[in-house]
């Protein structure tokens, strides 16, 4: 793999912003050599750009858990180039164990990340990520520390394997235990998945949220080209990491910012390689988040528009037929990119010191290749000019029922319930929902659409991916496998079917959500990007102006802090005071250079 990077000489004369910490005449100066010269490290050393590598592995969380490895192959790349790599942790958001759901911590994992960066004597700083929240967590914390920084991925899982065919994590995972619900799958045999579903390091190897935001944040140039698809075992991984340790000191002595790469035309640039893709809907939150910290509004109709003039190209799980192994092998985001060459700003900046038509210029065209070669690149990545669909893999609907939008991924939605009109089911809490679930009394047909409120940012609290409500056991033994649902929680990127979510407002603070009642007529229409409740616009307001206001599920900590300054989706769930703009982030920049203790 040939990674492009440019080089240009540091400055003369200037200090760097780590030697301010070291080579100032001063008192906390001595300190700083003193302390560090404990460990072991001498005054060439600290004449080096300092590089932190800032990770996020734990052993609680499967995805980050080969950071270790990528972090000392990250230090050897940093010493090549005459840097001195120094390692630190920051919080680890893995999905499968943390409680009440990882999205909750999200903001304090990316506050973590920007005080750390900020408040250490760092030239720049490599950032080590896996699971869904901690890339978006980090690239915001960057992105308001605003210190030359690179991304390196954990990587996706191999392929599970299990009686001839490919598995995905955790899309089977989902698609196994409603058949086991519905009785058509035994026991034996989901024991027998769990052995072989998820079989190496690595987060989930189809194009769910760790593969989505892995591949944002290469097509938004914080990455190194075609880092977002290396399996995590792979040895061509370790190599990257140790190419991405040599680029840190470049950026460092070149002081490149994030904030002069994270762009607005670097973030449209993301939306469309996320639309290419079919990504997950969990990028429609995080890449706003990301953006708000350096002032950029990303507003939803951006998301639809752009989706409009994108087309989908990339045949992968969960709304196609192949994984992150193939997608790999078939050129990752470079090719899709290069698809895409004609749609993107090709003079966004990257973390190669290039733009990103001078990257794309070193990619080969599909079309220039041995047809053999063709073929096999054109089984997961389609061409602009035949593609899988002509709109790219999301849409966002707005009305009655969500004034301010809501989010559907079309490409893993059944075609025929994209436009339909059904009776409401309401639940109230996911917990009604889930004692239901199995009710076989339960009145309920598959024309109706369930409802699930109080399960937003506030109401939850935290937005947990629970929208892909589970289709009511009933039902599931007359052999229906989809319906419409719509809540305003999340729902996991490896998931599918007609879910509506994201609803803004949500229901526990006011939305049209919380008036929706079972019986109630709903309307759905995604190309005409409605979705509205059939209810008297004056009846809907009496019913709010009813409504009980849950009291306050925290009364201290981050719990309070949380519930009481997170945004609504459209906004990217962040806190509102850790908004910004690019002046804001190059002041804390400044800041964090002064202010040495």
């Known amino acids: 793999m040939t990674i492009p990077t440019a080089s240009t000489p540091s400055q003369p004369g200037a200090l760097r912003r780590g030697e301010k910490w070291f080579e100032t005449p001063d008192v906390a100066s001595f300190i700083h050599r003193a302390f560090t010269k404990a460990m072991g490290y001498d005054d060439d050393d600290l004449k080096r ?13 499967h995805c980050n858990h080969n950071l270790r490895a990528l972090a000392e192959a990250v230090k050897r790349g940093v010493l090549q180039e005459g840097g001195l790599p120094l390692e630190f942790p920051t919080i680890s958001i893995g999905e499968v164990f943390v409680s009440p759901t990882s999205m909750f911590f999200r903001n304090l994992a990316a506050m973590d990340t920007e005080e750390m960066i900020r408040g250490q004597p760092l030239d720049g700083v490599v950032l080590l990520a896996g699971c869904d929240k901690t890339t978006p967590a980090q690239l915001m914390g960057a992105a308001s520390a605003d210190v030359p920084a690179i991304m390196v991925t954990s990587g996706p899982m191999l392929n599970g394997r299990y009686e001839g065919q490919d598995l995905g994590a955790c899309t089977d995972c989902r698609r196994y ?11 034996e045999t989901m024991s027998q998945l769990e052995d072989n579903l998820a079989r190496s390091e690595g987060h989930c190897m189809v194009m769910g949220t760790a593969s989505t935001m892995a591949a944002c944040a290469e097509a938004l140039g914080m990455m190194l080209p075609g880092g977002a698809s290396i399996p995590a075992p792979d040895s061509r991984r370790l190599r990257f990491a140790a190419a991405s340790g040599r680029q840190a000191v470049r950026l460092a002595r070149e002081g490149i910012r994030p904030s002069q790469i994270m762009t607005p035309a670097a973030f449209e640039n993301a939306i469309r390689v996320l639309h290419a893709l079919g990504g997950s809907t969990n990028a429609v939150v995080h890449l706003p988040a990301i953006a708000g910290r350096l002032g950029i509004k990303l507003p939803l109709d951006l998301f639809d528009s752009l989706s409009r003039t994108t087309p989908w190209l990339a045949n992968l799980r969960p709304s196609g037929r ?29 973390v190669t010191g290039l733009t990103v038509s001078e990257n794309l210029s070193m990619v080969e065209p599909v079309g220039n290749r041995e047809a053999a070669s063709q073929r096999r690149v054109r089984e997961v990545i389609s061409s602009r000019e035949e593609p899988l669909d002509a709109e790219g893999g999301l849409a966002i609907v707005r009305g009655t029922l969500a004034p301010d939008g809501a989010v559907i991924k079309t490409v893993a939605a059944s075609a025929h319930l994209q436009k339909h009109r059904g009776r409401a089911l309401v639940f109230s809490s996911p917990e009604e929902l889930q004692a ?4 076989l009394d339960l009145d309920v047909t598959p024309d109706d659409i369930l409802v699930l409120q109080n399960a937003g940012p506030v109401g939850a609290p935290g937005m947990p991916e629970i929208g892909n409500l589970p289709i009511p056991r009933k039902l599931l033994r007359q052999g229906v496998r989809d319906m419409v649902r719509i809540s305003d929680a999340r729902m996991s990127g490896t998931a599918f079917g007609t879910i509506i979510l994201h609803v803004a407002p949500e229901s526990a603070v006011g939305g049209p959500l919380a008036a929706v009642r079972t019986g109630d007529i709903i309307e759905l229409d995604v190309e005409a990007r409605r979705l509205d409740l059939m209810v008297e616009p004056a009846e809907i307001a009496r019913r709010l102006a009813e409504r009980v206001v849950a009291p306050a599920p925290f009364r201290r900590g981050y719990g309070k802090l949380f519930v009481e300054h997170v945004m609504q ?7 509102d005071f850790l908004l910004g703009d690019p002046d804001d982030a190059i002041s804390a920049a400044r800041m964090g250079r002064d202010l040495r203790t």
């Not at 750009?49 to 969380?61: A, K, R, W």
């Not at 239901?436 to 009710?439: E, F, G, R, S, V």
């Not at 989706?569 to 806190?575: E, H, K, V, W």
Request: charge should be negative; charged fraction near 20%; glycine fraction near 10%.
């Open 49 to 61: 750009p300092v590089i932190g590598i800032c990770n996020t592995f734990s052993e609680l969380n």
């Open 177 to 187: 235990w409603t058949e086991y619900r519905a009785g058509t799958v035994t026991k």
């Open 322 to 350: 192949y994984q992150m192994e193939q997608f790999f092998e078939a050129g990752g985001v470079p090719v899709l990119m290069k698809e895409l060459e004609g749609l993107l700003h090709g003079d966004a900046l990257t």
């Open 436 to 439: 239901a679930a199995d009710d």
């Open 569 to 575: 989706a459209p906004d990217g769930c962040d806190f």
